[in-house]
């Protein structure tokens, strides 16, 4: 049987924590919210401290968007989803940059909170189709030299569980898996455009078309 995955909830609307407790407990197997608040302080007190995903709104009565909050929960280690009012591509792609696993719209269904919470769960990306139609439709002027190597390793890691994984599919060893995401991570840096996490790295990667949605 599956662990059950946990949640807490931060958001300044009541209603909304109310309707996601409910849809991620409608969820297959379903999602325990064991903590929810209108303060971020929740994700880091009592239940909410050990929750296996902080389900996080950007703007919560503050005089700008949570981004302080947000690295500081990714800095430690939480595995967080973004849930905003705004379908902002340059703030969707600041929150992966600064360590979200998902940027998530609440103009998206039950379904796509639910598959993103437990894609977090696993310390996976997950990437909303509105979030990914606006990625593919920003193709860069300024795109990373990538061998053809380090394309491959990256595809590989985002289809794979682990970098052990991608060294035993490409027949290297997962030190070398790693120099080809370090590197890879440095051209992004160089060019402007960084990409600190993997799931800053997969929105790029749609950005610059070397992946699209279905390969993921």
């Avoid at 690295?71 to 595995?79: Q, S, V």
């Amino acid at each position: 049987m599956a662990t059950r995955v946990t949640a807490v909830v931060v958001d300044d609307h009541p209603a909304v924590r109310a309707g996601v407790a409910y849809w991620l407990a409608g969820g297959e197997p379903p999602i325990d919210v064991v903590a929810d608040g209108e303060d971020v302080k929740v994700a880091w007190l009592g239940d909410g401290a050990t929750a296996d995903v902080v389900i996080l709104d950007l703007h919560l009565g503050g005089p700008g968007p949570a981004f302080g909050d947000l690295r500081r929960l990714a800095e430690a280690g939480r595995r967080v989803v973004v849930y905003s009012m705004r379908a902002d591509d340059d703030v969707a792609l600041r929150c992966l940059e600064l360590g979200a696993l998902c940027y998530l719209t609440k103009a998206e269904g039950a379904g796509h909170l639910v598959e993103a919470t437990r894609a977090a769960a696993l310390d996976r990306p997950y990437t909303p189709p509105s979030l990914a139609g606006a990625l593919a439709g920003d193709r860069s002027e300024t795109r990373p030299a990538l061998s053809a190597r380090e394309a491959e390793v990256l595809v590989e890691w985002f289809q794979s569980e682990s970098k052990e994984f991608v060294a035993h599919r490409l027949g290297i060893s997962a030190s070398t898996v790693n120099s080809h995401l370090e590197r890879i991570r440095v051209k992004y840096a160089r060019i402007g455009r960084e990409a600190p996490t993997k799931a800053a790295l997969v929105a790029r990667a749609i950005q610059d078309g070397l992946i699209g949605v279905d390969d993921l």
